[in-house]
């Protein structure tokens, strides 16, 4: 009798005590709730400002450890942007004056008179006469001069935009740059084009007009003095597109901006023999546009999530064999993506951003 009774009780007790517990646990958790969230989120700011000033500072390496690289760059891509707009425009103005694009990226009426010799970018000797008959068909002046870009949207062709949904926020950009005449689409590139690049290799004549009407009223613009051979290519792409396509200007890169351009960047370090039509007009953008967008630029041959990538997005090319050293123009986007002066899209895009 005494022992049932003392079994009960100390049941009863038992259960008190266990409610209790769950009370008490239940109190405690839901007090520590938030302040471990406060926790995780300082933990992150904490890791984000780590890893943005490891990122700002990164150097070029010949080999990396990808797996490593990709963990922490993923990780990077996660944390909120920074834009710093000091940092913006102190590399506006050395742009500005350094190199001018207003002034001088393309050659132009204003800029080039008739008989005027015009110096190749890879050579000391060849130089190009420009006779009165191709410089009627150069643009008066710079297509964009008197106005800042708003929101640029640089579209490189790198295998990382496959499948990435990027089509719609690249389209809602002000100004649109693509290259090598790559394949536009809704869904993963967008279509809108403001500036589209040939490399003078891609020319074929029988299909130029077709290719190039593609981009509706986008100006085309070539590397006719990069090398010797450009220039016959390019100036029989001039006279072929300017009478049938008035509404799409056809530029030349003017050498004198490129080697600018590469003085200014080989000055900060940068080792490449000759800088790409990419990174050349990123660095255009940069002096142009408010605020610079740069998507498909990812030279490697996985992506972020360790996945196999084309080498472009637009065919089956097997990854280049540098894939797995780390270039340095690649560096360079990486450290002003983290410095705040760009920004560097290396996920697919969700369908609400804008
Ligand atoms: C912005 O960039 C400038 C110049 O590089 C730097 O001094 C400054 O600390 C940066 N600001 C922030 C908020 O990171
Ligand atoms: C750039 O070139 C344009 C056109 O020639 C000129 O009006 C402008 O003053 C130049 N800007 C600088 C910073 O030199
Ligand atoms: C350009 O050169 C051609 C041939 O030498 C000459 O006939 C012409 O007058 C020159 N034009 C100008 C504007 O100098
Ligand atoms: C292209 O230019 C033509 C004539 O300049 C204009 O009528 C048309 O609206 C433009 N198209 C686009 C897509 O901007
Ligand atoms: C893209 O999506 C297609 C269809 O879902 C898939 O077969 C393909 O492997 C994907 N490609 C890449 C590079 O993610
Ligand atoms: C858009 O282009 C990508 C890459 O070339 C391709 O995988 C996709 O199927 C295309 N989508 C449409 C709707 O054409």
Known sequence: MALAFFVRVSRLLMVMILLQGVCVMFYYTRNTHSSRDGMTDTLQQMQCAKLRRKFSII??????????????????????????????????????????????????????????????????????????????MMPEDFPWSGRRLGRCAVVGSGGILKNSSCGREIDSADFVIRFNLATINDSDVGLKTDLITINPSQIRFNTLVERVSVYENASVAIPAFAYTFCTGKAITALKILHPIRPQQPVVFFSPIYLRTLDRLWKGRGLKSVRLSSGFLLINTALELC?????????????????????????????????????????????????????????????SETH
């Not at 710093?84 to 080039?112: H, I, P």
């Not at 408010?290 to 637009?314: A, C, K, M």
């Not at 097997?318 to 002066?341: D, I, T, W």
């Open 59 to 136: 150097k070029p390496a010949k080999s990396i450890k990808m797996e490593s690289f990709t963990r922490e760059l993923s990780d990077f891509m996660s944390c909120p942007y920074k834009s710093n707009t000091t940092e913006r425009e102190v590399n506006r103005l050395k742009l500005q004056f350094f190199c001018n694009a207003t002034g001088s990226l393309f050659l132009t009426k204003r800029n080039t008179a008739v008989n005027q010799t015009i110096p190749y970018e890879t050579s000391k000797i060849k130089t190009y006469t420009v006779n009165a008959a191709i410089h009627s």
């Open 290 to 350: 408010e605020d610079v967008h740069v998507y498909g630029f990812w030279p490697f041959g996985t992506d972020l999530q360790d996945n196999p990538i084309p080498y472009h997005y637009y065919d089956q090319l097997r990854p280049h064999p540098y894939m797995h050293k780390m270039p340095e123009e690649f560096v360079r986007l990486l450290q002003l993506h983290s410095q705040g002066a760009l920004t560097l899209h290396l996920q697919p895009c969700s």
